[in-house]
């Protein structure tokens, strides 16, 4: 599985004022890794076009932004609904943290049978604690808390890519 080079990192969800800044709601792991950004990058077909940052501040849990060449109301209101995306090199990664778009579609094994349970299918994350669904072969759905008691190692590429799990008994029904 290769790496995407871009990733979402945002979604413009409204203008703000009349000079062409826009509200952006935030799918980074905070508001500042986002206003940090110096480049966001809109797709249009089948490539990335860079939109620079010309300002960029937290407001509550929203991002406010200015880009270069929208500069008035009238060239941000078309934005509206745009996902914007980051490249992979600009957004910061701890050592053995990954990117939610690494994980999607990996098998998730037993870790110490190897038995593939199904694959990664959505991470949810209703109340700041990481949930992962994993959808089986027969399309049936079971959800795993992303903490070490269940979630033992993650491999992003490879031969031995996966999450490798622990479940306890009744987790996949």
């Given amino acids: 599985m290769s790496l995407q080079p871009y990733l979402e990192c945002a979604e413009i969800v409204g203008t703000h004022g009349v000079r062409g800044a826009v509200r952006l709601a935030n799918y980074c792991d905070t508001p500042y890794v986002l206003a940090g950004l110096k480049t966001l990058y809109r797709k249009e077909g089948g ?15 929203m991002v406010l932004a200015t880009f270069e060449g929208i500069d008035d109301l009238d060239k941000a209101i078309p934005l509206k609904g745009t996902v914007l995306y980051a490249a992979r090199a600009d957004l910061p990664l701890k050592n053995g943290s990954f990117f939610v778009a690494d994980l999607m579609g990996l ?35 079971f959800l795993v808390p992303a903490v070490k008691e269940f979630i033992r190692r993650v491999v992003t590429d490879g031969d031995g890519a996966g999450v490798y799990v622990h479940l306890i008994e009744g987790m996949r029904e």
């Fill in 47 to 61: 490539s990335f076009r860079p939109l620079r940052v010309v300002h960029a501040a937290v407001q509550k849990n």
């Fill in 107 to 141: 098998p998730v094994k037993d870790e110490t049978t190897g038995e593939v349970y199904g694959v990664l299918h959505d991470v949810l994350s209703p109340a700041g604690q990481s949930i992962y669904e994993v959808e089986q072969p027969d399309g049936k759905t």
